[in-house]
């Protein structure tokens, strides 16, 4: 199994400024138009400083930060280890692995959907967000990791 720091750090650095700016879009048509009101609705699902009002998301931006990093760093590392069975450019192969997260992250939401009582368009929509999410975030991981580390 490889462990190459420069991948994990760098491209798990870039996946998720990626992500974030991604979301900074998706977050103000999917979260606070679409669906607004079905989270109105299921406010017991939600984290207590989400459901002030105004919701106090400057408090949960140390955790949804720490946890994106630690995330996009393990990502990187699982990436680095499979982008040799991906064909393409750097930035193609990224796009693919984006395809492979999007489709876990359908699969872990079907499964939970089966746990939690959330309305289905919820659930539909994040994963709509997932997809855009995945492919703009992969790509940047694919083309930083094959500039600072080709294969």
Not at 37 to 59: C, G, H, K, T, V
Request: glycine share 10%; charged share 15%.
């Amino acid at each position: 199994m490889k462990f190459n720091i420069k991948v994990i750090l760098l491209g798990g650095l870039a996946m998720y400024v990626a992500q974030f700016i991604v979301s900074m879009a998706t977050g103000g048509v999917i979260h606070e138009d679409i669906l607004k009101e079905l989270y109105i609705a299921n406010a017991s699902f939600w984290r207590p400083e989400l459901n002030q009002d105004p919701p106090d998301m400057a408090a949960l931006m140390p955790r949804w930060i720490a946890t994106g990093l630690i995330a996009t760093f393990i990502l990187a590392g699982i990436y680095d280890n499979i982008r040799s069975g991906l064909d393409g450019s750097g930035l193609i192969k990224g796009i693919k692995y984006g395809v492979i997260l999007f489709l876990f992250s359908v699969c872990f939401s079907a499964g939970w959907s089966g746990v939690f009582n959330l309305p289905e368009t919820i659930w539909i929509w994040w994963n709509v967000e997932a997809l855009v999410i995945y492919l703009v975030g992969g790509a940047a991981l694919g083309w930083v990791a094959a500039k600072f580390s080709p294969e």
